[in-house]
């Protein structure tokens, strides 16, 4: 997605050159995601597919359900979620409240003041 799930991917490729056991998979929840964003956008994101390690596309055309269905894929295979994320609704508020239920430690991250809190079920912990 634009914005922070780009520049995560971006900073997992330059990691890559200097820990070559890092690996990307980018988890798409439709072909045509691009097909609505600026041609600057469509390219950069073009540029990390073509550099990521797997590609998962979980339909080919957008719907909603295709984007909760990404962020549920995303929550079913992580052991942690590192979430930008200033408690607004939205996609990163259902991900962190599905990874929540599912027992998932949760990293929130402010987006304006940085600040770093740790979730695991009910219990939350500065870090």
């Given at each position: 997605a634009?914005?922070?799930d780009?520049?995560a991917?971006e900073?997992v490729l330059?990691m890559?050159?200097?820990y070559?056991e890092?690996?990307?998979t980018c988890?798409?929840?439709?072909?045509?995601?691009?097909?609505?964003w600026?041609?600057?956008d469509r390219l950069r994101?073009?540029?990390?597919?073509?550099q990521?390690?797997g590609?998962?596309?979980l339909q080919?055309?957008?719907?909603r359900?295709?984007?909760l269905?990404?962020?549920?894929y995303?929550?079913?295979?992580?052991?942690c979620?590192?979430?930008?994320f200033n408690?607004s609704?939205?996609?990163?508020?259902?991900?962190?409240?599905?990874?929540?239920?599912?027992?998932?430690?949760?990293?929130?991250?402010?987006?304006?003041?940085?600040e770093?809190?740790e979730?695991?079920?009910?219990i939350r912990?500065p870090?």
């Open positions: 634009l914005g922070v780009m520049l991917a900073v330059k890559r050159r200097a070559p890092l690996s990307l988890v798409l929840p439709c072909r045509d995601q691009a097909s609505r600026n041609e600057a994101h073009q540029a990390i597919l073509l990521a390690d590609i998962v596309c080919e055309n957008y719907s359900a295709a984007m269905a990404r962020d549920r995303l929550v079913q295979h992580s052991d979620v590192l979430a930008v408690g609704p939205g996609g990163t508020k259902y991900t962190v409240d599905c990874a929540l239920q599912a027992g998932r430690r949760v990293v929130r991250i402010d987006p304006l003041t940085f770093r809190t979730d695991f079920g009910q912990l870090i």
